[in-house]
């Protein structure tokens, strides 16, 4: 296999059908980034500090069982999340968790570990993990089929559900926040599933406005239609498909504003600084451990994501670690020449954990000939 070309001021491989490259070897969301504010210093709002917002939250947890519910997958920034809300902030937290198909045992036996070591409450929530199981092994069977990236994305689609019960949680418990620890790498600028027009415009992505979530909604419905158009078959699934994108595709959308009104969402590392080192120091404190045959911590708490980023690599030539690190570079939050160096290994797709993958989705052994 060749080496891909990669941007030369991020890590992005040039073999991206999403991103355009200038003949300078430059992608376009690096040339953007030259004459933009990068995504990692957008704040929710710039007038606030971390911890204004803490004391936001807590003053509005006075009176209440909890200050907050916080999702945790068992990977690694949710565990980091968590120990920074109880240990730094001493917030009152309800940690919500859903063990999916695809969380191996190592990340279940992390969680559990770690709240009661925390002192914090648990609440699983109960999702039928056959069901998830069912819909990821259609989703990647019909990618065999005809290989399109939304359909990789439909995959993921039960998770997406879980942004609703988080809310549901938070009404019955009657806790005003709900934390997220998404890092900021990750979820602005690019995913490898969104389209090329959403990728360049797309830019702290969880700030957004009224009329920008409305648009959302709109596009995400108009790349519904047009899946529909080319896979008829899918009209089955279409309500999981309204669910899983118009109505809940991110704790923030317009829907789930308009649902639960007295409920506020926060992304902490939106405007906490996300630091690598702290976090893995904080989950070596914690004795967090990685899964056997996982190449990077990151995304370890999936091992959905091996064969994903197998689907992604295959239809739009690009892998999340691709993605993530090139954020991270863009940022200025890592050295090109340490993410390519990372890359080499980090982001290698783990045989071993493919393997697991495809026997829980009883793939056949010739899947991928
Ligand atoms: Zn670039």
Known sequence: MSVPKRCNRCILPNSCDLIPFDSDGTCKLCKAALTENPPAQQTADPQMSLNDHIERIRQKGKGRKYDCVVGVSGGRDSTYLLSLLVKRHQLRCLAVYYRTPFTSKTIDTNIRRIVRQLGVDFEEIQLSQEYHRKIARKMVLLWKKKAHRLIINLA???????????????????VPTILYGTNI????????????????????????????????????????????????????????????????????????????????????????????????????????????????????????????????????????????????????????????????????????????????LELDDRFWD
């Not at 993921?156 to 009657?174: D, W």
């Not at 969104?194 to 596009?219: E, L, N, W």
């Not at 419905?221 to 118009?246: C, D, H, T």
Request: hydrophobic share 35%.
């Open 156 to 174: 993921c689609g039960p998770c997406k559900l879980l942004n609703r019960e988080m809310y549901r949680i938070a009404h019955r418990h009657k």
């Open 185 to 360: 790498y990750e979820a602005v600028q690019i995913a490898p599933g969104i389209s090329k027009k959403q990728a360049v415009v797309r830019g702290g992505a969880q700030v957004s406005s009224v009329t920008r979530k409305i648009k959302s909604m709109f596009s995400l419905m108009s790349s519904g239609a047009q899946l529909l158009v080319e896979f008829p078959g899918l009209i089955r699934y279409l309500w999981l498909g309204v669910k899983s994108s118009v109505l809940y595709i991110s704790p923030h959308t317009f829907y789930l504003g308009l649902r639960y009104p007295g409920i506020k969402t926060f992304n902490y590392f939106y405007d906490g600084r996300w630091d690598e080192e702290d976090c893995q120091t904080t989950l070596n404190e914690l004795g967090w451990e990685r899964p056997p045959g996982c190449n990077t911590s990151w995304k370890a708490d999936c091992s959905f994501s091996e064969i994903k980023n197998k689907m992604l690599h295959q239809t739009i030539g690009i892998t999340y670690a691709d993605a993530f690190f090139s954020n991270m570079v863009r940022a200025g939050a890592m050295s090109r020449q340490e993410a390519l160096q990372r890359i080499e290994t980090e982001g290698k797709i783990s045989e071993q954990r493919l393997r697991e993958v495809q026997d829980i």
